[in-house]
C-alpha cells in the first residue's frame, strides 16, 4: 500500500484494545504502537504522526500526563490527540480538551465511530495546514496573485466550515448568515473595508469548533443537560486553538474566541466583560444571537426577525453592544437586509 498514507500511533497498555483499532483502521492508515507513555513519547519525538489514539488510563504515565508533553514540545506540539477511555464523566473529558486534545473516543470501540472520528481529524489538520500555507503564498504573490490565491483561501475556508455543517444539518447556512449580516451591522458603523474582511471570514468560521461536539448534542430535540451544555461552551475554545497559528492578517482567532462573551461579564468561555471584548467580536456576537434565533433550531421552530429583535433589544448596552444593535436594527427596519435562504428567498 502507498507509504503516502496518514500515520496513526495507537497508545494502550491493553493488547485487546491494540488489536481492535488495529483491525479497524489498518486498511487506511499506517500504523505504529506504543504500550506506555514513555514509548509513546519516544515514537512520536521520532517518527512524528499525523494524529494519535491516546488511552487515558496507563499505569507510571497516563494520558492526560503524555498529551500535556506532547503539547509542551514544539517538536510533537501540534500532532492532534484523541483520547480513547472508558471514563465518562465531563470533567475528565474537558480535562483532556483543556491539554490540548482534539477529541475522545468511548470504550466499548465502534468500528464505524472510529473511522469516521479518525478521518474527520485528519481532514481537519490537512486542511488547517493548507490554510496556513495558503496564507504564506500570499505574502509572497499578493501583487501579481491576489485575486486568485483569495479565491484559494476562501475556498479552504468554506470548505472547514462546511464540515461543520454537513455533521449539523440542521444550522446548515448559519455561518454564511451570521457572516453576512456581521458584514452588514460593520458597513453601518463604518468600519474600514480591511476589518469588514475579517469579520466576514471570523463569521464563517466562528463554529468551526463544532467539529469536537458529539452529534448527539448539535441534533438533540430537547434542551441540553447541565454537562451536555457545558461541553458546548468549549467550541469557542476549540475554534481558536484550531485557527490560532494561521497568519490572518485580522484578529480572527480572537473574534471566534470572544464571539459568546457578553459586556456584563456573563459570557463564555473566559467570562471578560466591557472593552475587553474587541469590537469586531461584539459585532459577530450581534450577528450571531439575531441569526440564531429568528431560525429554526432542532429544539424549537423559526421565531423570526421580529421575536429576534426583541431578544436583540432587551439585551442592547447590558449584553450585546448598543452601536452594534442599533445597526442591526436599522438594517432590518429599511430593508436594507433580510436572511435568505440558499434559493435567495427571503427567510425572515
Not at 6 to 15: A, F, K, R, S
Not at 59 to 67: L, S
Request: some cysteine; overall charge negative; hydrophobic content about 45%.
Amino acid at each position: 500500500m502507498s507509504e503516502t498514507r496518514p500515520l496513526v500511533l495507537i497508545v494502550d497498555d491493553n493488547t485487546t484494545n491494540i488489536d481492535l483499532l488495529v483491525n479497524t483502521l489498518q486498511s487506511e492508515c499506517r500504523l505504529g504502537v506504543a504500550k506506555n507513555g514513555a514509548a509513546a513519547l519516544a515514537y512520536a519525538a521520532k517518527h512524528h504522526p499525523d494524529l494519535v489514539l491516546l488511552d487515558i488510563m496507563m499505569p507510571e504515565m497516563d494520558g492526560f500526563e503524555v498529551c500535556a508533553r506532547l503539547k509542551a514540545d514544539p517538536a510533537t506540539a501540534s500532532i492532534p490527540v484523541i483520547f480513547i477511555t472508558a471514563v465518562t464523566e465531563t470533567v475528565n473529558k474537558t480535562h483532556g480538551f483543556e491539554l490540548g486534545a482534539v477529541d475522545y473516543i468511548t470504550k466499548p470501540f465502534h468500528a464505524a465511530e472510529v473511522k469516521a472520528r479518525v478521518r474527520t481529524h485528519l481532514a481537519l489538520e490537512q486542511m488547517r495546514s493548507e490554510l496556513e500555507a495558503h496564507n504564506r503564498l500570499l505574502e509572497h504573490k499578493v501583487k501579481e496573485k491576489t485575486a486568485e490565491i483569495r479565491e484559494i483561501l476562501d475556498a479552504s475556508i468554506r470548505s472547514m466550515a462546511l464540515m461543520v455543517e454537513i455533521r449539523d444539518p440542521y444550522t446548515a447556512g448559519h455561518q454564511q448568515r451570521v457572516a453576512e449580516l456581521a458584514c452588514a451591522i460593520a458597513a453601518k458603523m463604518e468600519m474600514t473595508p480591511t476589518d469588514i474582511e475579517g469579520i466576514r471570514i471570523a463569521g464563517l468560521l466562528h463554529d468551526v469548533g463544532k467539529i469536537r461536539i458529539p452529534v448527539a448534542i448539535l441534533s438533540r430535540a430537547g434542551q441540553l443537560m447541565p454537562a451536555e451544555f457545558e461541553m458546548l461552551k468549549i467550541h469557542p475554545r476549540v475554534s481558536y486553538d484550531i485557527l490560532k497559528d494561521i497568519p490572518f492578517p485580522w484578529p480572527v482567532a480572537q473574534m471566534v474566541l470572544q464571539h459568546h462573551e457578553r459586556l456584563d461579564g456573563s459570557g463564555y468561555p473566559q467570562g471578560i466583560s466591557g472593552d475587553a471584548i474587541i469590537a469586531e467580536a461584539k459585532v459577530l456576537a450581534v450577528a450571531d444571537v439575531m441569526e440564531a434565533n429568528s431560525s429554526f433550531r432542532p429544539y424549537r421552530p423559526a421565531r423570526g426577525t421580529a421575536a429576534a429583535l426583541e431578544r436583540l433589544a432587551e439585551q442592547k448596552g447590558t449584553k450585546l453592544d448598543a452601536e452594534a444593535v442599533s445597526a442591526c436594527e436599522e438594517l432590518f427596519a429599511t430593508g436594507e437586509f433580510s436572511f435568505q435562504d440558499d434559493s435567495g428567498n427571503d427567510t425572515t
